[in-house]
Nanobody, 128 residues
């Protein structure tokens, strides 16, 4: 199984980007896929998660109302639409997949060790 993250770039504050996470060599049916980010000198933090079993979505408080996670099972892809970007959103963004029962949920989706596979990361830089 491989996860390929893309879509990062340089954008001005207030702008938008859409990240994509393509899952290769695996058919998305039972899964949770999350986006994490890591800024220089900081720990990796959970940004958003989508769970296939009940269509639940979760967001960090810092991105609620600005970011939207979605999926396209036919394309084996999960997206993160990021609007109203701020300089503090600057980080390397990673997607991660959990395929193990029971899937992550409300209280544990932010735990990095719960995930089976990770993508390589894509840089997002927001200028002020």
């Amino acid at each position: 199984v491989q996860l390929q993250a893309s879509g990062g770039g340089l954008v001005q504050a207030g702008g938008s980007l859409r990240l994509s996470c393509v899952v290769r060599d695996f058919t998305l049916d039972y899964y949770a896929i999350s986006w994490f980010r890591q800024a220089p000198g900081k720990e990796r933090e959970g940004v958003s998660c989508i769970v296939s079993s009940d269509d639940s979505t979760y967001y960090a408080d810092s991105v609620k109302g600005r970011f939207t996670i979605s999926r396209d099972n036919a394309k084996n892809t999960v997206y993160l639409q990021m609007d109203s970007l701020r300089p503090e959103d600057t980080a390397v963004y990673y997607c991660a997949a959990d395929f193990t029962y029971p899937l992550v949920g409300t209280t544990n989706w932010i735990l990095t060790w719960k995930y089976d596979y990770w993508g390589q990361g894509t840089q997002v830089t927001v200028s002020s």
